[in-house]
């Protein structure tokens, strides 16, 4: 049985397992990396996927005041300026004048380069817009320009007149989207907390003006249920109410959720009342109205909004630090992801005792195929002992391990052994499915 569980979590070490058991690589690798890139290996598919699908449940399949949208990554360039984007998205930058280097001035002492470690190589910081321009088209020129989204709102905001022309919902409803955004990121770091490609959760959710509060505290406490159904221990989850100047300019209400990550407290996601300010740009800059009509009335008005919106790598971040244990299992050190059953990314790994007998290696074929069958992600392994196994396993999270051993051919009862606690029982093939 596992004992002297440790939860001080070092960065490093998620790390390390995350390359090491194919959960999340370094972006383009084999050449030498590009900064702010990852990719996801087979494991870290599955658990990214898992975290998504969860979140998808929660706030759209389980609701009947949610639909879905999946707008376009790249969208005409008038977007982007009605929304403030062109001119205003913006980070603080400044270059050592050294090295060269080049850094978010409010992230870093700017009284001595972190790269070449001067002191007072810094000018002035100036804005540097994060948007990736791109052109559309056979020729480059400014008719041409369009940008990969920073973000995936203003992709559920233009289609709001389509949905409600299409679906006339009632009001309150919400439309909700996942996809990338992208964002050129001048000091990518910590892993895959800040990158320049990454997913987001969003939800767009539209209501009368004089209702909106009631709408936000719902979906604050819909929004602490999936960190909760995430695995997130509650003492690590903080509210941080954002002050009047330092909320976004269309806000009149933000909540910020941070996490105590291990590399410290950060935001995590955040809820915020953007109030008409999206539809009425869009109204105004497309001539469109955007105004939505009580139905049986001739009330008239542009709905106000809720958004809750989530990046999935942050998410993702939060649940494998969250998971991460290292304990003793009979005074041998291991390392074991404890993941929620429903997020782990294996389910089951089945392995015959011996992989060199073949009766045995036929039977737990046949284990294998009816968990395969029912659950999908389910892990097949028969090397090295058992004992080494099952270590594999605990460091990508698997709950539980099958193994098809002798008696097993005999009375078609297969040994299950526990991720966390590390027992195990007999349990009859026919009561697996």
């Known amino acids: ?5 440790e939860k001080n979590v070092e960065m490093e070490n998620i790390v390390s397992l995350a390359k090491r058991r194919g959960f999340i690589y370094p972006g383009s690798d084999v050449y030498g990396g590009l900064s702010g890139t990852w990719d996801y290996g087979p494991l870290g598919v599955a658990l990214k996927r898992n975290v998504m699908q969860l979140w998808w449940k929660m706030f759209v399949d389980d609701r009947d005041d949610m639909y879905g949208v999946d707008a376009a990554i790249l969208m005409n360039k008038k977007v982007w300026e009605a929304s403030g984007h062109t001119a205003t998205f913006t980070d603080p930058l400044v270059e050592c004048s050294n090295c060269h280097g080049r850094f978010r001035a409010d992230k870093i002492d700017t009284s001595k380069c972190p790269t070449c470690g001067k002191e007072n190589t810094f000018g002035e910081a100036r804005q540097f817009n994060m948007m990736f321009k791109t052109h559309v088209g056979a020729i480059e020129d400014d008719t041409s320009i369009s940008y990969l989204r920073p973000e995936t709102a203003q992709g559920i905001f233009i289609n709001f007149k389509n949905v409600v022309d299409t679906f006339y919902p009632d009001l309150p409803f919400g439309l909700a989207q996942q996809g990338k955004a992208f964002r050129n990121e001048i000091s990518p770091r910590d892993f895959i907390f800040r990158s320049r490609e990454f997913e987001q ?19 604050l406490a819909d929004t602490h249920a999936f960190l909760n159904a995430l695995g997130l221990p509650q003492d690590k989850i903080h509210e941080l109410e954002v002050p009047a100047e330092d909320r976004a300019h269309y806000s009149k209400r933000t909540i910020d959720i941070e996490y105590d990550f291990p590399i410290g407290k950060e935001e995590l996601m955040g809820i915020a009342y953007r109030t008409d300010f999206d539809l009425m740009n869009i109204q105004n800059n497309a001539g469109k109205s955007m105004e939505y009509t009580i139905k049986g009335t001739n009330t008239k008005f542009v709905p106000h909004v809720i958004e809750p919106s989530f990046g999935v790598e942050r998410a993702v971040m939060a649940v494998m630090a969250a998971a991460y244990t290292e304990d003793e299992v009979n005074g041998e050190k291991r390392i074991v992801m404890k993941f929620p059953e ?11 005792l011996l992989k060199n007998k073949p009766e045995l290696v036929e039977k737990a074929r046949e284990v294998y195929q009816i968990l395969k069958k029912k659950h999908g992600n389910v892990m097949w392994d028969d090397n090295g002992n058992i004992g080494k196994r099952y270590r594999r396993q605990d460091e990508i999270g698997t709950p539980y391990c099958v193994v098809v051993d002798f008696d097993s051919l005999e009375d078609n009862n297969v ?3 526990d991720r966390d606690t ?6 009859a093939i026919a009561d697996l499915a």
Do not use: G
């Not at 049985?1 to 569980?5: D, G, L, P």
């Not at 959760?201 to 979906?219: G, H, R």
């Open 1 to 5: 049985m596992s004992e002297n569980t």
């Open 201 to 219: 959760m969003e939800i767009e959710y539209f209501v009368e003006p004089d209702k909106w509060e009631a709408s936000f505290n719902a979906l």
């Open 342 to 352: 429903h997020l782990a990314p294996v389910k089951y790994c089945v392995s015959p």
């Open 415 to 417: 040994t299950i052994r």
């Open 422 to 427: 590390t027992e195990q029982r007999r349990v």
